[in-house]
């Protein structure tokens, strides 16, 4: 595609609930990183994936989390059991050229957990 | 540890007045800077990228430089305009690592 697309754009879910957020990177792009950002708060790394492999898990703020990318395209980010303070914006992003290219941000999945 | 800052955190200026942005990182072993806009409720788009090698680079009335041996970077934004009003981050990748570390951002006000 044009761009990165993330789906759902908004999210509204109670306490307890899973949600499944979705990242599409751009066609090509072998990289693609996961960030959170709370309100008023910087952007927090979450995970990164190189194709199909995520080196580098080390963001990923409890056991609730996990994400998948499979075909080296399409992440996945898993919330289980959300609670209130997974409330945020999660972003993802891709870059084409391993750790030395341009990132390149989606829009971004707003999550509000009641 | 890779430290980003960036000051002021907020700047207010009127129509046509130039912009200058600052960063500072504390260590200047990066692969490259990369400056970006975030509009409210929106995610952030890439302004300019500036590899470790490089000094400058230049797209329309923005202006980028990178002094890696001081761990500066100034983002010029000539004759501002309302349009321009936005929080603008920074962020270098550091050697050695994955993922990019990131100012906390300033954000303008350009009053028409």
């Known amino acids: 595609g044009a761009g990165v697309s993330q789906s759902p754009s908004n999210k509204v879910t109670e306490k307890g609930k899973d949600v499944e957020l979705r990242c599409d990177p751009i066609s090509g792009h072998t990289a693609l990183y996961w960030y959170r950002q709370s309100l008023g708060q910087g952007l927090e790394f979450l995970i990164y994936f190189q194709g199909n492999s995520a080196p580098d898990k080390s963001g990923l703020p409890s056991d609730r989390f996990s994400a998948e990318r499979t075909g080296g395209s399409v992440s996945t980010l898993t919330i289980q059991r959300t609670q209130q303070e997974d409330s945020a914006v999660y972003l993802c992003a891709s870059n084409p050229f391993g750790i030395t290219g341009e990132l390149f941000f989606g829009e971004g999945s707003r999550l509000t957990v009641l | 540890k890779q430290e980003v800052t960036q000051i002021p955190a907020a700047l207010s200026v009127p129509e046509g007045e130039n912009l200058v942005l600052n960063c500072s990182f504390t260590?200047?072993?990066?692969?490259?800077l990369q400056w970006f806009r975030q509009d409210p409720g929106k995610g952030l788009t890439s302004l300019l990228l500036?590899?470790?090698?490089?000094r400058e680079q230049t797209s329309g009335r923005l202006n980028a430089s990178l002094d890696k041996s001081s761990g500066r970077s100034t983002l010029y934004i000539a004759a501002s305009q309302p349009g321009d009003s936005a929080t603008y981050l920074c962020?270098?990748?550091?050697?050695?690592?994955?993922?990019?570390?990131f100012g906390a951002g300033t954000t303008v006000t350009v009053r028409a």
């Open positions: 500036i590899q470790s090698s490089q």
């Open positions: 962020a270098v990748r550091p050697v050695g690592d994955y993922k990019l570390s």
């Open positions: 260590d200047s072993a990066i692969y490259n």
